[in-house]
T-cell receptor, first 115, second 116 residues
């Protein structure tokens, strides 16, 4: 079975500081991995995704994530936090091949940016 | 990028009534649409997957007769919450995918359902 854990349900950073949101997954097959952002009362927006190839993936709004198979991790980073980055962030993994339609979401991490 | 809309964005209804939520892919044909439910401060829970022209596949524990899903065209899927009760109050989000493989799912803005 596929699963996703996100360490830290809430993360606070100062404006301009490094953002690091952690994601670990379990998967019996090579996974597709995603990071989504959700602003209050809105749907989800895709930040970036990893499918195959280069393990360092760059996304929108200055975010990037690195797929580390040995650590089963896909942590999200941004060098310098902006006030507009405050939101809920979800890491997600595509399900196993026999049911590849299913995207399984982690519990989410709420990011606060302190001025 | 691809746009998915939902209507209504917010609905309040009385207990026992039925509510229909629409999900539309505006600039692409969605072979597959997904319906999620999200409780406050929680993650998204997949309710069902629907392919155009065929019956929806429901996740374990989701009542088919309670949450009716119709995917009649490549741009429209509907979720009907039948005989709604207060415990059905939630944020419902749909997503749509154009094809298969690595194709991205695009999410709608969500519908806030409140059952009184």
């Amino acid at each position: 079975a596929q699963s996703v854990t996100q360490l830290g349900s809430h993360v606070s950073v100062s404006e301009g500081a490094l953002v690091l949101l952690r994601c670990n997954y379990s998967s019996s097959v090579p996974p597709y991995l995603f990071w989504y952002v959700q602003y209050p009362n809105q749907g989800l927006q895709l930040l970036l995704k990893y499918t195959t190839g280069a393990t360092l993936v760059k996304g929108i709004n200055g975010f990037e994530a690195e797929f580390k198979k040995s650590e089963t991790s896909f942590h999200l980073t941004k060098p310098s936090a902006h006030m507009s980055d405050a939101a809920e962030y979800f890491c997600a993994v595509r399900g196993p091949k026999t049911s590849y339609d299913k995207v399984i979401f982690g519990p989410g991490t709420s990011l606060s940016v302190i001025p | 990028g691809a746009v998915v809309s939902q209507h209504p964005s917010r609905v309040i209804c009385k207990s026992g009534t039925s509510v229909k939520i629409e999900c539309r892919s505006l600039d692409f044909q969605a072979t597959t649409m997904f319906w999620y439910r999200q409780f406050p401060k929680q993650s998204l829970m997949l309710m069902a997957t629907s392919n155009e022209g065929s019956k929806a596949t429901y996740e374990q524990g989701v009542e088919k007769d309670k949450f009716l899903i119709n995917h009649a065209s490549l741009t429209l899927s509907t979720l009907t919450v039948t005989s709604a009760h207060p415990e059905d109050s939630s944020f419902y989000i749909c997503s749509a995918r154009q094809g298969f493989g690595t194709d991205t799912q695009y999410f709608g803005p969500g519908t806030r359902l409140t059952v009184l």
